[in-house]
């Protein structure tokens, strides 16, 4: 298994998944837990039909793929936002 396929995917990360015979682009919006079927974990995300538009869904996590975009120096935005995270204890 890869690095890829282990990540969580997280509010606020850009997705792809099938909607009838489209494949659509969208954010996770909320994270609804595990209160789907068999306590899947739910995702509320919020996608463009078309340019006016938008519908908001909620699907089993397996069924969303995460979309990484890599950037010029082989981060991705998503890891680059996680490291920029500061944690104090004090």
Same mark, same amino acid.
């Given at each position: 298994?890869?690095?890829? +396929?282990?990540?969580?995917?997280?509010?606020? +990360?850009?997705? *792809?998944?099938?909607?009838?015979?489209?494949?659509? /682009?969208?954010?996770?919006?909320?994270?609804?837990?595990?209160?789907?079927?068999? *306590?899947? *974990?739910?995702?509320?995300?919020? !996608?463009?039909?078309? /340019?006016?538009? !938008?519908?908001?869904?909620?699907?089993?996590? +397996?069924?969303?793929?995460?979309?990484?975009?890599?950037?010029?120096?082989?981060?991705? !935005?998503?890891?680059?936002?996680?490291?920029?995270?500061?944690?104090?204890?004090?």
């Amino acid at each position: 298994m890869s690095e890829m +396929d282990t990540k969580r995917i997280e509010v606020g +990360d850009k997705v *792809r998944f099938d909607w009838g015979v489209y494949r659509l /682009t969208g954010k996770v919006v909320e994270d609804r837990g595990n209160i789907g079927n068999g *306590r899947q *974990r739910l995702l509320r995300i919020q !996608a463009s039909v078309d /340019t006016q538009n !938008a519908i908001q869904v909620e699907l089993p996590e +397996d069924m969303v793929e995460l979309i990484v975009t890599p950037t010029k120096n082989g981060i991705s !935005a998503r890891s680059r936002r996680n490291r920029s995270t500061v944690y104090s204890n004090g």
